[in-house]
């Protein structure tokens, strides 16, 4: 089973808009990472959240982790065309192995 | 920058053929790993590397094999292909000295027939 799971699956909204996805984990973490992925090809690192922060930014990325209720979110600011992606959550379940939620398919309309 | 290279972009292989995918990384990571993405499943992590000559396997490595001869190259092995492997194949490695990000090749989208 998928350590994180994200929510929505699928988001639609028009450039300019913020777009907000949520992850929800099972077990205990050191900390949270997003990734994005274009159509068809390899994920990239967005940021990494520890266990031990509440908030972090990055550009037009905002973060937060909840370790109370084992979640976390990611809000784009301003959304572009180009932030048309699938974005997922991933934690390091257990030693060796970073597992991912299923995504948030992103669709951003200019 | 960190570069994770894919042999192939694009495979389409028969059933019970013996298939390579091949995977380079040029910054010394220790760590690579291969996942394979299908729709509704997420990525699922089939195995994974430490070291050279080290494997463990991950969620789902029946099926696969792997190779690490040499640190900066790690291959995924089907023995006999089976439809059912049709996925994307993605490789990734780590950054070396317990950080936690992976660096994604592009992909291999296989088909099998």
């Known amino acids: 089973s998928q350590q994180g799971e994200e929510d929505p699956q699928a988001l639609s909204i028009q450039e300019g808009e913020n777009a907000t996805m949520n992850c929800s984990y099972k077990?205990?973490?050191?900390?949270l990472q997003w990734y994005r992925q274009n159509s068809g090809r390899g994920l990239v690192h967005l940021i990494l959240?520890?266990?031990?922060?509440r908030e972090k930014h990055s550009g037009r990325l905002r973060v937060t982790l909840d370790t109370s209720k084992k979640s976390s979110s990611l809000l784009i600011t301003a959304s572009r065309a180009a932030d048309t992606a699938s974005y997922f959550c991933?934690?390091?379940?257990?030693?060796?192995?970073?597992?991912f939620g299923q995504g948030t398919i992103l669709t951003v309309h200019p | 920058d960190v570069k994770v290279t894919q042999s192939s972009r694009y495979l389409v292989k028969r059933t019970g053929e013996k298939v390579f995918l091949e995977c380079v990384q040029d910054?010394?990571?220790?760590?690579m790993f291969w996942y394979r993405q299908d729709p509704g499943l997420g990525l699922r992590l089939i195995y994974f590397?430490?070291?050279?000559?080290?494997?463990e396997k991950g969620d789902i490595p029946e099926g696969y094999s792997v190779s690490r001869e040499k640190k900066e190259r790690f291959s995924l092995i089907l023995e006999s292909a089976s439809t059912n492997q049709t996925s994307m194949y993605l490789c990734?490695?780590?950054?070396?000295?317990?950080?936690?990000?992976?660096?994604f090749g592009s992909g291999t989208q296989l088909s099998v027939l």
């Open positions: 910054m010394d990571h220790e760590n």
């Open positions: 959240i520890r266990s031990n922060e």
């Open positions: 590397s430490y070291d050279v000559k080290m494997k």
């Open positions: 991933a934690t390091w379940a257990s030693y060796g192995k970073l597992t």
């Open positions: 077990t205990s973490i050191n900390n």
């Open positions: 990734a490695s780590r950054e070396t000295g317990g950080r936690e990000k992976l660096f």
